[in-house]
């Protein structure tokens, strides 16, 4: 069993920045591949970045690309995602999630996850 719990998310102007946190319980969170997922209202959860167990590969959805950056801090069990140059569609509930099967293949299907945490809302403002 795998807890979850994000943080960082709040209210920012369009062109701002924030910095999301996933702290996971667990004595192995370094041999997980983590990932950040996103769901808006009305639309169905989409993969926004992950990161291999010992951070030496990351995958990134185009939407994010150049704008996102994820990494983790394995002695901290925390990932994190640097979100910069945050617009409008950016709104969404963050999830970040652990994929225990792979350790060196991100993949960006949900289904492929088997623990999640509660989210955190970022609302973009233009």
């Known amino acids: 069993q795998v807890q979850l719990v994000e943080s960082g998310g709040g209210l920012v102007q369009a062109g701002g920045s924030l910095r999301l946190s996933c702290a996971a319980s667990?004595?192995?969170?370094?041999?997980?591949?983590m990932g950040w997922f996103r769901q808006a209202p009305g639309k169905e959860r989409e993969f926004v970045a992950g990161?291999?167990?010992?951070?030496?590969?990351?995958r990134y959805a185009n939407s994010v690309k150049g704008r996102f950056t994820i990494s983790r801090d394995n002695a901290k069990n925390t990932v994190y995602l640097e979100m910069n140059s945050l617009k409008p569609e950016d709104t969404a509930v963050y999830y970040c999630?652990?994929?225990?099967?792979?350790?060196?293949?991100?993949?960006?299907?949900?289904?492929?996850?088997?623990?999640w945490g509660q989210g955190t809302q970022v609302t973009v403002s233009s």
């Open positions: 999630a652990v994929d225990q099967q792979r350790t060196f293949v991100v993949l960006t299907t949900f289904g492929e996850y088997e623990y």
């Open positions: 990161i291999t167990k010992s951070g030496g590969s990351t």
């Open positions: 667990g004595r192995t969170f370094s041999t997980y591949v």
